[in-house]
């Protein structure tokens, strides 16, 4: 069984400061590992994805998570908030068989 | 032109009716799904179909339907509409990449 747990359902940042959002996964599977954005009234938007490879990933708008299996955590971080960056995060885990298993979303607030 | 479209973007319907959502995509994916957003509880999966003879229960299965008329178009009804399944439905394909693009949503209201 798949299930993922994002810790923080808003989290508010000055802009400029560090953005954290922090996701933990159960798979007994070796995961696909995902982050979604989604801006009011719009669909989701891949921020960027794990699969293989280098555990450090890279998306885009300056945003990069680490996958780290001794913590089952992917955690989303950007080192410095923008405005633009307000809108709710999703963390997700899929597998080889692409069933995907989305956590219940973190709002993101930027101030000014 | 959007790779998944769904339609309508926004409904009001009454208790008891039947409703159809569509979706439809250019992306030649074989993999289809139906995903409801409600506030607080992220993505839960309704039905999901891995070809077009492939049907699958998600999750949330009860009081839904669907329907794959091709690889390019997997519908979703409600047979008798509830008020608790007033959501923010979601369609989604996936290919190879591993992940999953979805369309813009549809905002259903059950009155």
């Known amino acids: 069984a798949q299930s993922v747990t994002q810790l923080g359902s808003h989290v508010s940042v000055s802009e400029g400061a560090l953005v954290l959002l922090r996701c933990n996964y159960s798979s007994s599977v070796p995961p696909y590992l995902f982050w979604y954005v989604q801006y009011p009234n719009q669909g989701l938007q891949l921020l960027l994805k794990?699969?293989?490879?280098?555990?450090l990933v890279k998306g885009i708008n300056g945003f990069e998570a680490e996958f780290k299996k001794s913590e089952t955590s992917f955690h989303l971080t950007k080192p410095s908030a923008h405005m633009s960056d307000a809108a709710e995060y999703f963390c997700a885990v899929g597998n080889n068989f692409n069933k995907f298993y989305f956590g219940s979303g973190t709002k993101l607030n930027v101030k000014p | 032109d959007a790779d998944v479209t769904q339609t309508p973007r926004n409904r009001i319907t009454k208790t008891g009716k039947r409703i159809m959502l569509e979706c439809s995509q250019t992306k030649g994916h074989d993999r289809m799904y139906w995903y409801r957003q409600d506030p607080g509880l992220g993505l839960r999966l309704i039905y999901y179909s891995f070809d077009v003879k492939d049907i699958n229960k998600g999750e949330i299965s009860d009081g839904y339907s669907v329907s794959r008329q091709a690889q390019a178009k997997f519908s979703l009804s409600l047979e008798s509409a509830i008020p608790n399944q007033t959501a923010l439905y979601f369609c989604?394909?996936?290919?190879?990449?591993?992940?999953?693009?979805f369309g813009q949503g549809t905002r259903l209201t059950v009155v």
């Open positions: 989604a394909t996936s290919g190879n990449g591993a992940e999953a693009f």
């Open positions: 794990y699969t293989t490879g280098a555990t």
